[in-house]
T-cell receptor, first 114, second 112 residues
Framework: DAGVIQSPRHEVTEMGQEVTLRCKPI?????LFWYRQTMMRGLELLIY????????DSGMPEDRFSAKMPNASFSTLKIQPSEPRDSAVYFC????????????FGPGTRLTVT | GENVEQHPSTLSVQEGDSAVIKCTYS??????FPWYKQELGKRPQLIID?????GEKKDQRIAVTLNKTAKHFSLHITETQPEDSAVYFC???????????FGKGTMLLVSP
Protein backbone atom coordinates (compact mmCIF):
# COMPACT_ATOMS: atom_id res chain seq x y z
CA ASP A 1 0.00 0.00 0.00
CA ALA A 2 1.21 3.50 -0.81
CA GLY A 3 0.11 4.88 2.54
CA VAL A 4 -1.74 8.15 2.98
CA ILE A 5 -1.13 10.45 0.03
CA GLN A 6 -1.26 14.24 0.26
CA SER A 7 -0.89 16.92 -2.36
CA PRO A 8 0.63 19.33 -2.87
CA ARG A 9 3.67 18.75 -0.63
CA HIS A 10 4.46 22.45 -0.59
CA GLU A 11 2.23 25.41 -1.28
CA VAL A 12 3.19 29.06 -1.31
CA THR A 13 0.40 31.55 -1.83
CA GLU A 14 -0.44 35.17 -1.25
CA MET A 15 -2.80 36.39 1.42
CA GLY A 16 -6.39 36.36 0.23
CA GLN A 17 -5.98 33.47 -2.18
CA GLU A 18 -7.90 30.21 -1.95
CA VAL A 19 -5.89 27.13 -0.98
CA THR A 20 -7.01 23.53 -1.44
CA LEU A 21 -5.18 20.65 0.17
CA ARG A 22 -5.88 17.08 -0.90
CA CYS A 23 -5.72 13.71 0.80
CA LYS A 24 -6.15 10.10 -0.23
CA PRO A 25 -6.46 7.78 2.80
CA ILE A 26 -5.22 4.21 2.95
CA UNK A 27 -7.61 1.96 1.08
CA UNK A 28 -10.10 0.36 3.45
CA UNK A 29 -9.61 2.88 6.24
CA UNK A 30 -12.91 4.42 7.30
CA UNK A 31 -11.70 7.28 9.51
CA LEU A 32 -9.90 10.37 8.25
CA PHE A 33 -8.37 13.21 10.23
CA TRP A 34 -6.99 16.62 9.27
CA TYR A 35 -4.36 18.12 11.59
CA ARG A 36 -2.44 21.39 11.62
CA GLN A 37 1.07 21.54 13.09
CA THR A 38 2.84 24.72 14.21
CA MET A 39 5.67 25.35 16.63
CA MET A 40 3.43 27.42 18.87
CA ARG A 41 0.34 25.23 19.00
CA GLY A 42 1.72 21.76 18.28
CA LEU A 43 -0.43 19.18 16.52
CA GLU A 44 -4.08 20.22 16.48
CA LEU A 45 -7.01 18.18 15.21
CA LEU A 46 -9.08 20.23 12.77
CA ILE A 47 -11.76 17.77 11.67
CA TYR A 48 -12.56 14.07 11.83
CA UNK A 49 -14.58 12.06 9.29
CA UNK A 50 -15.98 8.59 9.81
CA UNK A 51 -17.40 6.74 6.79
CA UNK A 52 -17.18 10.03 4.81
CA UNK A 53 -19.34 11.90 7.34
CA UNK A 54 -17.88 14.81 9.38
CA UNK A 55 -18.16 13.77 13.03
CA UNK A 56 -16.18 16.43 14.87
CA ASP A 57 -15.25 19.78 13.33
CA SER A 58 -14.80 21.65 16.59
CA GLY A 59 -11.13 22.19 15.79
CA MET A 60 -11.76 24.11 12.57
CA PRO A 61 -10.46 27.55 13.48
CA GLU A 62 -13.02 29.67 11.67
CA ASP A 63 -15.39 29.87 8.71
CA ARG A 64 -12.51 30.39 6.31
CA PHE A 65 -11.74 26.69 6.74
CA SER A 66 -13.89 23.97 5.20
CA ALA A 67 -13.40 20.26 4.58
CA LYS A 68 -15.17 17.69 2.46
CA MET A 69 -14.99 13.97 1.92
CA PRO A 70 -17.07 13.18 -1.19
CA ASN A 71 -16.05 9.51 -1.19
CA ALA A 72 -14.00 7.00 0.78
CA SER A 73 -10.80 7.69 -1.15
CA PHE A 74 -10.62 11.47 -1.24
CA SER A 75 -10.82 14.47 1.05
CA THR A 76 -10.08 18.17 0.71
CA LEU A 77 -9.30 20.94 3.15
CA LYS A 78 -9.95 24.40 1.79
CA ILE A 79 -8.92 27.78 3.16
CA GLN A 80 -10.62 30.80 1.64
CA PRO A 81 -9.36 33.49 1.98
CA SER A 82 -5.94 32.48 3.28
CA GLU A 83 -4.03 34.57 5.84
CA PRO A 84 -0.36 34.56 6.93
CA ARG A 85 -1.32 32.98 10.28
CA ASP A 86 -2.54 29.91 8.38
CA SER A 87 1.08 29.07 7.53
CA ALA A 88 1.70 25.61 8.98
CA VAL A 89 2.15 21.97 8.05
CA TYR A 90 -1.17 20.28 7.43
CA PHE A 91 -1.33 16.52 7.95
CA CYS A 92 -3.99 14.10 6.89
CA UNK A 93 -4.22 10.77 8.75
CA UNK A 94 -6.42 7.71 8.40
CA UNK A 95 -7.30 4.76 10.60
CA UNK A 96 -9.22 1.52 10.41
CA UNK A 97 -12.24 0.37 12.34
CA UNK A 98 -14.46 1.79 15.00
CA UNK A 99 -13.21 3.40 18.18
CA UNK A 100 -9.75 4.82 18.42
CA UNK A 101 -6.90 3.00 16.67
CA UNK A 102 -3.50 3.68 15.17
CA UNK A 103 -3.54 6.67 12.90
CA UNK A 104 -1.35 6.63 9.82
CA PHE A 105 -0.14 10.06 8.81
CA GLY A 106 0.48 11.36 5.33
CA PRO A 107 3.68 13.28 4.47
CA GLY A 108 2.01 16.61 5.09
CA THR A 109 1.56 19.81 3.10
CA ARG A 110 3.75 22.74 4.09
CA LEU A 111 1.67 25.87 3.52
CA THR A 112 3.22 29.32 3.43
CA VAL A 113 0.95 32.33 3.08
CA THR A 114 2.78 35.60 2.35
CA GLY B 1 -12.45 17.99 26.29
CA GLU B 2 -9.23 16.10 26.84
CA ASN B 3 -6.08 17.97 27.85
CA VAL B 4 -2.64 16.38 27.57
CA GLU B 5 0.47 17.84 29.22
CA GLN B 6 3.91 16.59 28.20
CA HIS B 7 7.29 17.07 29.90
CA PRO B 8 10.06 17.87 29.34
CA SER B 9 9.91 19.94 26.16
CA THR B 10 13.55 19.13 25.40
CA LEU B 11 15.75 16.31 26.64
CA SER B 12 19.45 15.85 25.95
CA VAL B 13 21.17 12.56 26.77
CA GLN B 14 24.39 10.80 25.96
CA GLU B 15 24.34 7.75 23.74
CA GLY B 16 23.64 4.67 25.84
CA ASP B 17 21.73 6.57 28.53
CA SER B 18 18.03 6.10 29.23
CA ALA B 19 15.40 8.72 28.40
CA VAL B 20 12.02 9.18 30.06
CA ILE B 21 9.20 11.38 28.80
CA LYS B 22 6.09 11.92 30.90
CA CYS B 23 2.51 12.87 30.06
CA THR B 24 -0.60 13.57 32.07
CA TYR B 25 -4.18 13.61 30.82
CA SER B 26 -7.42 15.01 32.16
CA UNK B 27 -10.25 12.77 30.95
CA UNK B 28 -10.52 9.69 33.17
CA UNK B 29 -12.54 7.94 30.45
CA UNK B 30 -9.63 8.02 27.95
CA UNK B 31 -8.56 4.48 27.14
CA UNK B 32 -5.92 4.63 24.40
CA PHE B 33 -2.46 6.18 24.74
CA PRO B 34 -0.12 6.12 21.73
CA TRP B 35 3.36 7.56 21.32
CA TYR B 36 4.50 8.99 17.99
CA LYS B 37 8.01 9.78 16.79
CA GLN B 38 8.55 12.59 14.30
CA GLU B 39 11.91 13.08 12.64
CA LEU B 40 12.77 16.46 11.22
CA GLY B 41 10.64 17.22 8.17
CA LYS B 42 8.87 13.88 8.33
CA ARG B 43 5.45 12.63 9.35
CA PRO B 44 4.59 11.41 12.87
CA GLN B 45 4.85 7.62 13.11
CA LEU B 46 3.51 5.36 15.85
CA ILE B 47 6.22 3.68 17.90
CA ILE B 48 4.21 2.13 20.72
CA ASP B 49 0.75 2.34 22.23
CA UNK B 50 -1.05 1.11 25.32
CA UNK B 51 -4.67 0.62 26.24
CA UNK B 52 -6.15 1.19 29.65
CA UNK B 53 -6.49 -2.49 30.50
CA UNK B 54 -2.70 -2.92 30.84
CA GLY B 55 -0.14 -1.09 32.96
CA GLU B 56 3.00 -1.61 30.92
CA LYS B 57 4.03 -2.58 27.42
CA LYS B 58 7.50 -3.20 26.04
CA ASP B 59 8.98 -3.40 22.56
CA GLN B 60 12.73 -3.94 22.51
CA ARG B 61 14.32 -0.71 23.84
CA ILE B 62 11.01 1.10 24.20
CA ALA B 63 8.47 0.75 27.00
CA VAL B 64 5.36 2.62 28.04
CA THR B 65 3.82 2.63 31.51
CA LEU B 66 0.32 3.76 32.44
CA ASN B 67 -1.05 4.81 35.81
CA LYS B 68 -4.80 5.29 35.37
CA THR B 69 -5.35 6.35 38.96
CA ALA B 70 -2.91 9.22 38.65
CA LYS B 71 -3.80 9.81 34.98
CA HIS B 72 -0.25 9.75 33.72
CA PHE B 73 1.78 7.66 31.32
CA SER B 74 5.43 7.60 30.40
CA LEU B 75 7.73 6.58 27.56
CA HIS B 76 11.01 4.92 28.46
CA ILE B 77 13.82 4.49 25.95
CA THR B 78 16.84 2.49 27.05
CA GLU B 79 20.31 2.36 25.48
CA THR B 80 19.59 5.46 23.43
CA GLN B 81 21.21 5.83 20.02
CA PRO B 82 21.75 8.94 17.86
CA GLU B 83 18.99 7.75 15.52
CA ASP B 84 16.55 8.08 18.44
CA SER B 85 16.93 11.86 18.10
CA ALA B 86 13.51 13.21 17.12
CA VAL B 87 10.40 14.85 18.54
CA TYR B 88 8.20 12.47 20.52
CA PHE B 89 4.49 13.08 21.01
CA CYS B 90 2.19 11.44 23.48
CA UNK B 91 -1.56 11.37 22.89
CA UNK B 92 -4.74 10.31 24.62
CA UNK B 93 -8.10 9.37 23.16
CA UNK B 94 -10.29 12.43 23.33
CA UNK B 95 -13.87 13.51 22.86
CA UNK B 96 -15.98 10.66 21.58
CA UNK B 97 -12.94 8.41 22.10
CA UNK B 98 -12.31 8.10 18.35
CA UNK B 99 -10.00 11.07 18.20
CA UNK B 100 -6.62 11.83 19.76
CA UNK B 101 -5.41 14.84 21.72
CA PHE B 102 -1.66 15.29 21.41
CA GLY B 103 0.86 16.66 23.86
CA LYS B 104 3.12 19.50 22.73
CA GLY B 105 6.04 17.18 22.06
CA THR B 106 9.51 16.48 23.48
CA MET B 107 12.61 17.07 21.40
CA LEU B 108 15.06 14.29 22.28
CA LEU B 109 18.71 14.85 21.37
CA VAL B 110 21.07 11.89 21.71
CA SER B 111 24.73 12.86 21.54
CA PRO B 112 27.31 10.30 20.39
Amino acid sequence: DAGVIQSPRHEVTEMGQEVTLRCKPISGHNSLFWYRQTMMRGLELLIYFNNNVPIDDSGMPEDRFSAKMPNASFSTLKIQPSEPRDSAVYFCASSLGTGVNEQYFGPGTRLTVT
Amino acid sequence: GENVEQHPSTLSVQEGDSAVIKCTYSDSASNYFPWYKQELGKRPQLIIDIRSNVGEKKDQRIAVTLNKTAKHFSLHITETQPEDSAVYFCAASGTGYSTLTFGKGTMLLVSP
